[in-house]
């Protein structure tokens, strides 16, 4: 995988937590994310104890405003977790459909698992941004990198992109993110995309947790070369994220969507189309409309401005 060599936005479909535990339910997802028009499919590696503590404190419950609200992180993350041991189906799965397969790890023995693999790239999760030794160990590896900026300051964006470039690795991707679940429209500042590609000089994209489409055909106006979003089998599942997940019908729509604004941007040009010079055939000219005497002057009483343009 090569950034550089983008020539159309590449789109992830997110499995998260979307297979519910059952290997059935995954194995149909990749499927329908394949005919839905993705480019890859990303998993989330981790277990719930690396990423929170089995405890009964306050410290590790959810948010009351989230959508988890009212339950441990352990538990959320145990329902939320892909089993390990479904990584390399999942993977032999996706190479047999043309997907690219890949995944955020959450802690070095995920990276490990990862390598073991021999993933093509590897994301970071927005809530990872701040886990410098973790963007090392996967900067380490030489493979392109996909960081989600939704949490980050300015000045986290800055230390994991100066963490990546010190292990010698420039493959980066920087994707604008809005960290709500779903995300409301007035907080997405899609013009962030553009900045974060200029400032950074990154491959910049969009990962998106709006409900519609509209966000990421907007973002590939400005230059979005990655569009990740969630993909859910079935919004009647019981996923943890299915509140911010498109089906496979309304992925498809974005998919085509996006593939026909990337048509319509075509260059900046003032030169017309063979089809356009064509068309000047059917603008106006000048006609006689009345007859006229030798020496008679031409009035807009007996000459016309009409179509076509032969006149």
């Known amino acids: 995988m090569n950034f550089g060599e983008l ?14 535990g059952d290997f059935d339910i995954a194995v149909k997802t990749l499927k329908a994310m394949k005919g839905s028009g993705a ?20 410290w590790f419950q959810t948010r009351k405003d989230s959508l988890w609200g009212g339950q441990k992180l352990f538990d959320l993350y145990k329902k939320a977790q892909t089993p390990w041991a479904w990584h390399k189906k999942l993977q032999d ?19 490990e698992l990862l390598q073991s693999r021999n993933v093509p790239a590897y994301k970071i999760a927005s809530f990872e941004i701040t886990d410098t030794p973790l963007i090392q160990k996967v900067a380490q590896t030489g493979k392109p990198i996909i960081i989600s900026t939704g949490i980050a300051r300015e000045e986290d964006i800055e230390l994991a ?21 779903p995300s409301p429209y007035n907080e997405i500042n899609l013009k962030t995309i553009p900045l974060l590609k200029e400032k950074y000089k990154v491959t910049p994209g969009l990962s998106d947790h709006t409900l519609g489409i509209s966000v990421p055909v907007a973002a590939v106006t400005l230059g979005a070369k990655i569009i990740e979003k969630h993909f859910i089998l079935d919004k009647k599942l019981p996923s943890v994220d299915k509140d911010f997940s498109l089906d496979p019908a309304e992925f498809k729509e974005m998919v085509t969507a996006v ?16 089809k356009a010079e064509k068309a000047r055939q059917s603008r106006r000219s000048l006609f006689v409309v009345k007859k006229i005497k030798e020496g008679e002057t031409l009035t807009p009483g007996n000459v016309k401005s009409l179509r076509p343009g032969i006149g």
């Open 7 to 20: 020539d159309h936005a590449y789109i992830i479909a997110e499995l998260s937590a979307n297979h519910c």
């Open 259 to 274: 593939r026909q604004t990337e048509q319509a941007m075509g260059k900046a040009t003032l030169e017309l189309t063979e």
């Open 161 to 181: 992109v100066e963490t990546c470039r010190k292990e010698n690795n420039n493959q980066i991707a920087l994707l604008k993110c809005t960290s709500a679940y």
């Open 39 to 58: 480019d890859a499919v990303k998993l989330q590696t981790f277990t719930p104890d690396s990423m929170t503590m089995d405890s009964e404190q306050d």
């Open 93 to 111: 799965l996706a190479k047999d459909l043309g997907l690219d397969f890949f995944s955020s790890p959450f802690d070095f023995a995920a990276v």
